[in-house]
């Protein structure tokens, strides 16, 4: 089993930035391709950005190219998002997820979830 934690969410501007946090415990963080997605009321969830078990690969998002970076640090079994140039359509619960072995974009793929962190962005 893998639990999931975020953090960082909260109300921003247009413009502005917020980095969150999913920190993980339970199984070998290191084994493990993270995702981010979120999911903006009446919408469905949609993936935002994926990282490898090692940090080498990145997916991300058309909408998302260029403005959000996401990393992982393995010594702290925690991954993040950085997001800048915020949009009000970025507005969302954002949530990371979990799957052992290579990096993956389908949600279907993942095995393990949070419980995601709001993010709101004004305009």
């Known amino acids: 089993q893998v639990q999931l934690v975020e953090s960082g969410g909260g109300l921003v501007q247009a413009g502005g930035s917020l980095r969150l946090s999913c920190a993980a415990s339970?199984?070998?963080?290191?084994?493990?391709?993270m995702g981010w997605f979120r999911q903006a009321p009446g919408k469905e969830r949609e993936f935002v950005s994926a990282i490898s078990w090692r940090g080498d690969v990145t997916y991300y998002a058309d909408s998302v190219k260029g403005r959000f970076t996401i990393s992982r640090d393995n010594a702290k079994n925690t991954m993040y998002l950085q997001m800048n140039s915020l949009k009000p359509e970025d507005t969302a619960v954002y949530v990371c997820a979990a799957v052992l072995g290579r990096v993956v974009v389908e949600e279907y793929e993942y095995d393990y979830w949070g419980q995601g962190t709001q993010v709101t962005v004004s305009s």
């Open positions: 339970g199984r070998t963080f290191s084994y493990y391709a």
